[in-house]
């Protein structure tokens, strides 16, 4: 059973930063496609950034230019770095791994606050 645990969120002020942590169980880190996700009251889930096996990165276009993902394969951990911080980015935070062509893997997400 695979486990993903986040960690990080919380109350920020208006162009603050927080750094999200995805730890996971998985085996062969490298062969998963790692991504965040988010979740505003009343909207669907979205994704936010994604980083591929071959170490490519995708982000939203709203986060582009001040979100960063990266992943560490030693400690197979993902982490989101949120700089730049806005109210609209307000939401729950999920973290996802995935594998062709069926494991598809999500984290309890965890809650980014963004006011003044």
């Known amino acids: 059973q695979v486990e993903l645990v986040e960690s990080g969120g919380g109350l920020v002020q208006p162009g603050g930063s927080l750094r999200l942590s995805c730890a996971t169980s998985?085996?062969?880190?490298?062969?998963?496609?790692m991504g965040w996700y988010r979740q505003a009251p009343g909207k669907q889930r979205e994704l936010v950034a994604r980083?591929?096996?071959?170490?490519?990165?995708n982000y939203a276009d709203s986060v582009k230019g001040r979100f960063t993902i990266s992943r560490d394969g030693a400690k197979t951990t993902v982490y989101l770095q949120m700089n730049s911080l806005k109210p609209e980015d307000t939401a729950v935070y999920y973290c996802?791994?995935?594998?062709?062509?069926?494991?598809?893997?999500w984290g309890q997400g965890t809650q980014v606050t963004v006011s003044s």
């Open positions: 980083i591929l096996t071959g170490g490519t990165t």
């Open positions: 996802n791994v995935k594998r062709w062509p069926i494991e598809d893997y």
């Open positions: 998985v085996l062969m880190f490298s062969t998963y496609t």
